[in-house]
């Protein structure tokens, strides 16, 4: 995944804002809708954390989508 940085705030959004609706992630940046609304205010560590766990939300999302279709 590539990040960008946004006025100094580290961010994994790479411009595809599609939110699923059953499991309310995007699927562009893979992080939840309550995550979103807060990236401004969260801390350094918090941020990390949830970067952290990009990477294995995204690959439960695509085998869990392909399981389906």
């Keep these: 995944m590539v990040y960008k940085d946004t006025s100094d705030i580290k961010s994994p959004c ?12 995007c699927i562009g940046c893979y992080r939840s809708i309550d995550e ?13 954390k949830i970067i952290s ?8 999302y695509t085998t869990t989508t392909i399981r389906k279709n």
Excluded at 14 to 25: G, P
Excluded at 36 to 48: F, P, Q, R, T, Y
Excluded at 53 to 60: A, D, G, I, T
């Design 14 to 25: 790479v411009n595809i804002c599609k939110v699923d609706s059953e499991t309310r992630l």
């Design 53 to 60: 766990e990009l990477e294995s939300r995204k690959n439960e």
């Design 36 to 48: 979103i609304s807060v990236w401004k205010s969260l801390s350094e560590s918090e941020i990390e």
